[in-house]
């Protein structure tokens, strides 16, 4: 791999220059303590960064956390056959470079001590994970695994991962309280395409526990050239969020895999004609797919814009829970190989239960070629309602109630997005059936709102699709990509 250019030293003092110069400052720390790394490789190490080990017993405060920062940020670069883990309350990590980082099994970073004692209110933030790749592709293990309560990573950097293994994990309890982690403004990118399952970027949950609450928000990250298996995201708990997030030239899709009630709201879906690009993939109840914006996507069936799969009867955890009570609304889909796929089927045959009970409205189709909905397996009392759809057939006579086929008039816009003008038959056309409270654009929407995931507004714009100097290591934001990423 190309090297990472290293941060220019200088980032003040540092009073750890070893591990047991490290061991012997965490038996000293109080809340507001700063354990800070000196610049420089840290080979073969294991930090067990536990709030058990410091000197109250217990770790920091959320006013006062115990932090373990690098000198530089960038420039303490872990490598060989390391560890870090993260134990006790309110322990915050800042500012390390994990690169050609290995691990002998176990997650690289992982946020517990032990099964019994895990971590809570901890943080990951403004570090970075390049390259951390066993000598076989096959050799399976996490680059994060999260468990305990309340845990945050943020402003993090995933990149050149080759390997089998999910990069990074939340692991819900079987019993006690969600989990609520959050995963915000992160940059994951460059995951090559692996063999068969258990390539994901992010899964939350299993589907053995997949029935309990997990409550975990991904928001606004960056999803680039995440090509390791179909399933980019793959929910399997109760509850999740994502908000905001921008997928761009990915061979995936984000799937809610097993578990119910999450939301996936305010996205953007932007396949750049990748072979294999797909949006969101639905199984299970009470889902609430919103305001999301697909473009270029080129998946049909399980990788369209947006697949329901069909339902086992009496399915078991593993399998797959039928689509009912789901929610598609304020969509814009454009130029995508298939926009709806309902129905899909399992190869192995059970799937025979077709998605019901569920309502799409006020989304906007432009389509390119196939159908606009495709329906393998009819779906059981679905209502249509201010969907405006063109430029290619219908395909399913059964969204003709509640679908007005007629262009939307869309147009080049802010951020290169096809969006409405003032004119648009989109404007005041949405269905009181469904509603939010803002656009994809993070902007109001008014008391005759618009079909789509943007509302013709001149009110500002608070989100949007985001790009590597929105998101990552705040240290790595100004290096373009292809100055020190694989390219493949």
């Known amino acids: 791999s190309t090297p990472i250019p290293t941060p220019t030293p200088g980032g003040g003092e540092c009073n750890v220059s070893n591990v047991g110069e490290f061991n012997s400052a965490l038996a000293n720390a109080l809340p507001g303590t700063e354990i800070v790394l000196c610049d420089g490789d840290w080979n073969n190490v294991e930090l067990r960064f536990y709030g058990s080990l410091s000197m109250n017993g217990t770790g920091g405060t959320a006013a006062q956390p115990i932090t373990l920062r690098a000198q530089t940020p960038g420039a303490v670069r872990i490598t060989g056959t390391s560890r870090l883990r993260i134990e006790g309350d309110y322990m915050a990590v800042d500012g390390l470079l994990f690169n050609e980082c290995t691990s002998s099994g176990n997650a690289i970073i992982e946020f517990r001590k032990d099964s019994d004692e895990l971590a809570f209110n901890c943080r990951l933030t403004n570090s970075a994970m390049i390259d951390c790749n066993p000598a076989s592709d096959s050799t399976d293990y996490k680059w994060v695994s999260v468990y305990g309560v309340g845990n945050q990573i943020d402003n993090c950097t995933f990149s050149e991962r080759t390997h089998k293994g999910v990069t990074l994990t939340v692991w819900p309890s079987s019993s006690g309280p969600a989990n609520a982690t959050i995963i915000e403004r992160c940059h994951f990118a460059n995951r090559i395409e692996g063999s068969g399952n258990g390539f994901e970027t992010i899964r939350i949950g299993t589907s053995d526990v997949s029935n309990m609450d997990s409550n975990a928000i991904v928001k606004e990250n960056l999803f680039e050239r995440c090509d390791g298996e179909i399933e980019i995201i793959s929910n399997k708990s109760v509850g999740n969020s994502y908000i905001a997030n921008t997928f761009r030239e990915c061979n995936g899709q984000l799937t809610l895999r097993h578990g119910a009630a999450c939301v996936?709201?305010?996205?953007?879906?932007?396949?750049?004609?990748?072979?294999?690009?797909?949006?969101?993939?639905?199984?299970?109840?009470?889902?609430?797919?919103?305001?999301?914006?697909?473009?270029?996507?080129?998946?049909t069936g399980f990788r369209a814009a947006i697949a329901l799969m069909n339902g086992v009867p009496n399915s078991p955890l593993n399998r797959y829970l039928r689509v009912e009570d789901a929610e598609i609304a304020f969509n814009t889909i454009v130029n995508c190989a298939e926009p709806f796929s309902i129905g899909n089927e399992a190869s192995e045959g059970d799937t025979t239960l077709a998605p019901q009970d569920s309502l799409f409205a006020n989304n906007v189709v432009v389509g390119s070629d196939g159908s606009l909905v495709r329906a393998i397996n009819d779906p059981i009392n679905f209502e249509w309602a201010g969907n405006i759809m063109t430029g290619a057939p219908i395909g399913y006579a059964g969204a003709l109630v509640g679908t007005t086929l007629e262009d939307p008039e869309l147009t080049l816009g802010v951020g290169g997005l096809f969006r409405p003008g003032g004119s648009s038959p989109v404007v005041g056309a949405a269905s009181a059936l469904a509603s939010t409270t803002l656009d994809m654009d993070g902007q109001m929407r008014d008391g005759?709102?618009?079909?789509?995931?943007?509302?013709?507004?001149?009110?500002?714009?608070?989100?949007?699709?985001?790009?590597?100097?929105?998101?990552g290591a705040l240290w790595l934001r100004a290096t373009p990509l292809g100055d020190f990423w694989i390219a493949y």
């Open 264 to 299: 996936v709201e305010g996205n953007f879906f932007l396949g750049e004609g990748k072979s294999g690009s797909g949006g969101v993939r639905v199984i299970g109840p009470d889902h609430r797919i919103v305001n999301n914006y697909f473009e270029d996507l080129r998946g």
């Open 448 to 471: 005759d709102p618009d079909s789509g995931a943007d509302e013709v507004s001149s009110a500002p714009m608070t989100r949007g699709p985001l790009g590597p100097d929105d998101v």
